[in-house]
Protein backbone atom coordinates (compact mmCIF):
# COMPACT_ATOMS: atom_id res chain seq x y z
CA UNK A 1 0.00 0.00 0.00
CA UNK A 2 2.78 2.23 0.92
CA UNK A 3 4.51 1.64 -2.95
CA UNK A 4 1.20 2.40 -4.27
CA UNK A 5 0.10 5.54 -2.46
CA UNK A 6 4.07 6.71 -3.64
CA UNK A 7 3.46 6.33 -7.31
CA UNK A 8 -0.17 7.53 -7.56
CA UNK A 9 1.24 10.69 -5.67
CA UNK A 10 4.29 10.44 -8.40
CA UNK A 11 2.43 10.07 -11.35
CA UNK A 12 0.00 13.06 -9.84
CA UNK A 13 3.14 15.15 -9.70
CA UNK A 14 4.40 14.62 -13.23
CA UNK A 15 1.15 15.07 -14.72
CA UNK A 16 1.09 18.67 -12.35
CA UNK A 17 4.20 19.56 -13.61
CA UNK A 18 3.58 19.10 -17.53
CA UNK A 19 0.52 20.79 -16.43
CA UNK A 20 2.45 23.81 -15.91
CA UNK A 21 4.45 23.60 -18.85
CA UNK A 22 1.88 22.47 -21.53
CA UNK A 23 -1.70 24.21 -20.40
CA UNK A 24 -3.55 20.86 -21.11
CA UNK A 25 -6.76 20.65 -19.36
CA UNK A 26 -6.82 16.58 -19.40
CA UNK A 27 -3.31 16.42 -17.90
CA UNK A 28 -4.27 18.36 -15.19
CA UNK A 29 -7.64 16.98 -14.40
CA UNK A 30 -5.33 13.29 -14.91
CA UNK A 31 -3.09 15.17 -12.05
CA UNK A 32 -6.33 15.57 -10.01
CA UNK A 33 -7.59 12.33 -10.31
CA UNK A 34 -4.52 10.92 -9.20
CA UNK A 35 -3.72 12.93 -6.29
CA UNK A 36 -7.30 12.12 -4.93
CA UNK A 37 -6.77 8.19 -5.47
CA UNK A 38 -3.38 8.31 -3.89
CA UNK A 39 -5.15 10.48 -0.68
CA UNK A 40 -7.51 7.74 -0.36
CA UNK A 41 -5.20 4.70 -0.63
CA UNK A 42 -2.92 7.14 1.93
CA UNK A 43 -6.32 7.82 3.87
CA UNK A 44 -6.83 3.68 3.81
CA UNK A 45 -3.36 2.70 5.32
CA UNK A 46 -3.58 5.23 8.15
CA UNK A 47 -7.03 4.04 9.06
CA UNK A 48 -5.63 0.31 8.95
CA UNK A 49 -2.76 1.65 10.94
CA UNK A 50 -4.75 2.91 13.57
CA UNK A 51 -7.24 0.29 14.00
CA UNK A 52 -4.15 -2.45 14.32
CA UNK A 53 -2.42 -0.58 17.31
CA UNK A 54 -5.68 1.30 18.62
CA UNK A 55 -4.04 4.45 18.35
CA UNK A 56 -2.96 7.12 15.44
CA UNK A 57 0.33 6.11 13.92
CA UNK A 58 2.54 9.27 14.16
CA UNK A 59 5.66 7.63 16.85
CA UNK A 60 8.08 8.42 15.04
CA UNK A 61 9.82 10.39 12.36
CA UNK A 62 8.35 7.96 9.38
CA UNK A 63 4.37 8.01 10.82
CA UNK A 64 5.03 12.20 10.98
CA UNK A 65 5.97 12.57 7.73
CA UNK A 66 3.74 9.99 6.60
CA UNK A 67 0.62 12.01 8.48
CA UNK A 68 2.18 15.63 7.21
CA UNK A 69 1.81 14.26 3.82
CA UNK A 70 -1.47 12.89 4.01
CA UNK A 71 -2.54 16.41 6.01
CA UNK A 72 -1.44 18.40 2.80
CA UNK A 73 -3.29 16.14 0.53
CA UNK A 74 -6.95 17.01 2.37
CA UNK A 75 -5.62 20.18 2.76
CA UNK A 76 -4.82 20.76 -1.18
CA UNK A 77 -8.35 18.51 -2.34
CA UNK A 78 -10.78 21.29 -0.11
CA UNK A 79 -9.32 24.14 -1.61
CA UNK A 80 -9.11 22.89 -5.02
CA UNK A 81 -12.78 21.58 -4.37
CA UNK A 82 -13.60 25.15 -2.82
CA UNK A 83 -11.78 27.66 -5.14
CA UNK A 84 -10.57 26.33 -8.51
CA UNK A 85 -7.36 27.37 -8.92
CA UNK A 86 -5.70 23.88 -10.52
CA UNK A 87 -2.20 25.26 -10.96
CA UNK A 88 -1.63 25.01 -6.84
CA UNK A 89 -1.56 21.74 -7.79
CA UNK A 90 2.45 22.10 -8.93
CA UNK A 91 3.01 22.92 -5.57
CA UNK A 92 1.15 20.27 -3.52
CA UNK A 93 1.79 17.44 -5.00
CA UNK A 94 5.45 17.45 -5.07
CA UNK A 95 5.21 18.66 -1.76
CA UNK A 96 2.93 15.79 -0.46
CA UNK A 97 5.24 13.23 -2.64
CA UNK A 98 8.52 14.54 -0.83
CA UNK A 99 7.07 14.04 2.25
CA UNK A 100 5.75 11.01 1.76
CA UNK A 101 8.86 9.62 -0.06
CA UNK A 102 10.70 10.97 2.70
CA UNK A 103 9.07 9.24 5.06
CA UNK A 104 9.43 5.67 3.04
CA UNK A 105 13.17 6.09 3.54
CA UNK A 106 13.35 6.12 7.20
CA UNK A 107 12.75 3.11 9.78
CA UNK A 108 9.60 2.07 11.15
CA UNK A 109 10.44 2.26 14.64
CA UNK A 110 8.16 1.14 17.66
CA UNK A 111 6.74 3.54 20.46
CA UNK A 112 8.69 3.96 23.36
CA UNK A 113 5.77 5.28 25.27
CA UNK A 114 2.85 3.25 26.96
CA UNK A 115 0.07 2.87 24.94
CA UNK A 116 -2.09 5.42 27.26
CA UNK A 117 0.03 8.28 26.01
CA UNK A 118 -1.42 7.53 22.54
CA UNK A 119 -4.90 6.41 22.84
CA UNK A 120 -6.20 9.15 24.45
CA UNK A 121 -8.92 11.84 22.87
CA UNK A 122 -7.01 14.90 23.45
CA UNK A 123 -3.87 13.27 21.61
CA UNK A 124 -5.81 12.39 18.79
CA UNK A 125 -7.76 16.03 18.46
CA UNK A 126 -4.39 17.81 19.00
CA UNK A 127 -2.07 15.78 16.32
CA UNK A 128 -4.59 16.24 13.66
CA UNK A 129 -5.73 19.94 14.49
CA UNK A 130 -2.06 20.84 14.38
CA UNK A 131 -1.02 18.84 11.31
CA UNK A 132 -4.16 20.47 9.79
CA UNK A 133 -3.30 23.42 10.79
CA UNK A 134 0.38 23.38 9.59
CA UNK A 135 -0.44 22.00 6.16
CA UNK A 136 -3.42 25.13 5.72
CA UNK A 137 -0.44 26.99 6.39
CA UNK A 138 1.88 25.12 3.72
CA UNK A 139 -0.93 26.18 0.95
CA UNK A 140 -1.09 29.57 2.36
CA UNK A 141 3.39 29.61 1.87
CA UNK A 142 2.71 28.19 -1.70
CA UNK A 143 0.20 30.69 -2.72
CA UNK A 144 2.77 33.74 -1.58
CA UNK A 145 5.48 31.77 -4.10
CA UNK A 146 3.36 31.91 -6.47
CA UNK A 147 1.98 34.89 -5.68
CA UNK A 148 5.84 36.49 -5.94
CA UNK A 149 6.33 34.93 -9.17
CA UNK A 150 3.67 36.41 -10.76
CA UNK A 151 4.12 39.99 -9.59
CA UNK A 152 7.57 39.53 -11.28
CA UNK A 153 6.08 38.06 -14.08
CA UNK A 154 3.72 40.84 -14.41
CA UNK A 155 6.43 43.76 -13.92
CA UNK A 156 8.42 42.30 -16.66
CA UNK A 157 8.37 44.06 -20.22
CA UNK A 158 8.03 40.98 -21.83
CA UNK A 159 5.36 38.89 -19.89
CA UNK A 160 6.75 35.31 -20.44
CA UNK A 161 6.32 31.97 -18.60
CA UNK A 162 4.48 32.33 -15.28
CA UNK A 163 2.06 34.91 -16.33
CA UNK A 164 0.43 32.64 -19.11
CA UNK A 165 0.27 29.87 -16.45
CA UNK A 166 -0.46 31.37 -13.19
CA UNK A 167 -4.29 33.15 -11.72
CA UNK A 168 -4.30 36.62 -10.83
CA UNK A 169 -2.61 38.30 -8.11
CA UNK A 170 -5.78 38.88 -6.39
CA UNK A 171 -6.75 35.38 -6.42
CA UNK A 172 -3.50 33.83 -5.09
CA UNK A 173 -3.68 36.93 -2.62
CA UNK A 174 -7.17 35.74 -1.48
CA UNK A 175 -6.59 32.09 -1.27
CA UNK A 176 -3.59 32.67 0.82
CA UNK A 177 -5.89 34.93 3.37
CA UNK A 178 -8.18 32.25 3.25
CA UNK A 179 -5.59 29.19 3.76
CA UNK A 180 -3.74 31.35 6.94
CA UNK A 181 -7.17 31.75 8.36
CA UNK A 182 -8.13 28.24 8.57
CA UNK A 183 -4.73 26.87 9.28
CA UNK A 184 -4.54 30.07 12.39
CA UNK A 185 -7.94 28.47 13.52
CA UNK A 186 -6.74 24.98 13.36
CA UNK A 187 -3.29 26.14 15.19
CA UNK A 188 -4.90 27.79 17.84
CA UNK A 189 -7.61 24.63 18.27
CA UNK A 190 -4.36 22.32 18.23
CA UNK A 191 -2.49 24.34 21.17
CA UNK A 192 -5.77 24.46 22.92
CA UNK A 193 -5.94 20.58 23.04
CA UNK A 194 -2.25 19.90 23.44
CA UNK A 195 -2.56 21.98 27.01
CA UNK A 196 -5.89 19.74 27.80
CA UNK A 197 -3.76 16.52 26.86
CA UNK A 198 -0.49 17.77 28.87
CA UNK A 199 -2.59 18.15 31.90
CA UNK A 200 -3.82 14.99 31.47
CA UNK A 201 -0.91 13.07 30.88
CA UNK A 202 1.80 15.07 32.88
CA UNK A 203 -0.45 17.05 34.72
CA UNK A 204 0.86 20.56 33.84
CA UNK A 205 -0.59 22.79 31.37
CA UNK A 206 2.27 23.67 30.11
CA UNK A 207 6.23 22.28 30.97
CA UNK A 208 8.41 25.07 28.56
CA UNK A 209 9.44 22.16 26.30
CA UNK A 210 10.75 23.78 23.73
CA UNK A 211 8.26 21.98 20.85
CA UNK A 212 5.69 24.10 23.31
CA UNK A 213 7.88 27.59 23.23
CA UNK A 214 8.27 27.38 19.16
CA UNK A 215 4.90 26.62 18.46
CA UNK A 216 4.09 29.61 20.97
CA UNK A 217 6.53 31.75 18.83
CA UNK A 218 5.02 30.56 15.17
CA UNK A 219 1.19 31.36 17.02
CA UNK A 220 2.36 34.80 17.78
CA UNK A 221 4.07 35.56 13.96
CA UNK A 222 0.58 34.58 12.54
CA UNK A 223 -1.65 36.48 14.72
CA UNK A 224 0.56 39.34 13.33
CA UNK A 225 0.27 38.64 10.05
CA UNK A 226 -3.54 38.26 10.07
CA UNK A 227 -3.63 41.02 12.75
CA UNK A 228 -1.50 43.32 10.02
CA UNK A 229 -4.02 42.29 7.27
CA UNK A 230 -7.56 42.72 9.23
CA UNK A 231 -6.39 45.90 10.73
CA UNK A 232 -2.97 47.62 8.74
CA UNK A 233 -4.29 46.37 5.58
CA UNK A 234 -1.61 44.63 4.56
CA UNK A 235 -1.77 42.93 1.22
CA UNK A 236 0.39 41.42 -1.43
CA UNK A 237 3.46 41.28 -1.75
CA UNK A 238 4.54 41.94 1.91
CA UNK A 239 1.43 39.28 3.25
CA UNK A 240 3.66 36.66 0.46
CA UNK A 241 6.60 37.06 2.06
CA UNK A 242 5.37 36.93 5.22
CA UNK A 243 3.44 33.68 4.72
CA UNK A 244 6.53 32.30 3.37
CA UNK A 245 8.79 33.47 6.39
CA UNK A 246 5.88 31.78 8.97
CA UNK A 247 5.48 28.52 7.13
CA UNK A 248 9.78 27.86 7.69
CA UNK A 249 9.53 28.95 11.13
CA UNK A 250 7.03 26.07 11.38
CA UNK A 251 8.50 23.79 9.44
CA UNK A 252 11.43 24.80 12.29
CA UNK A 253 8.67 24.23 14.89
CA UNK A 254 8.06 20.83 13.53
CA UNK A 255 11.14 19.32 12.83
CA UNK A 256 14.19 21.40 13.86
CA UNK A 257 13.61 21.25 17.54
CA UNK A 258 13.16 17.70 17.78
CA UNK A 259 16.38 17.37 16.12
CA UNK A 260 18.38 19.87 17.45
CA UNK A 261 16.84 20.46 21.35
CA UNK A 262 15.64 17.91 23.69
CA UNK A 263 11.72 17.62 24.91
CA UNK A 264 9.02 15.05 25.54
CA UNK A 265 7.94 15.65 21.79
CA UNK A 266 11.31 14.11 20.18
CA UNK A 267 9.72 10.73 20.62
CA UNK A 268 7.35 12.20 17.35
CA UNK A 269 10.51 12.34 14.60
CA UNK A 270 12.90 9.76 16.13
CA UNK A 271 14.36 7.91 13.01
Not at 38 to 65: D, K
Not at 105 to 119: H, M
Not at 162 to 178: K, M, N, T, V, W
Request: proline share 3%; hydrophobic share 55%.
Amino acid sequence: MDILTAALYLASAVAYLLYLFFQKERVQEAGYLLFGAGFAVHTLGLVIASVQTGYLPVHNLRETLGLAAWAVALVFLFLRARYRIKVMGVYAAPLALLAYTAALRVPDLPPTQPEAVYANFWFFAHVITIFLGEAALAMACGAGILYILQENAIKEKKRGFFYRRLPSLEQLDGIGYASIIAGFTALTLGLVTGLLYSKIIWHRFISWDPKEVWSGISWVIYAVLLHERLVGGMRGRKAAWLAIAGFAVLLFTLFGVNFFMEGHHGEFTRF
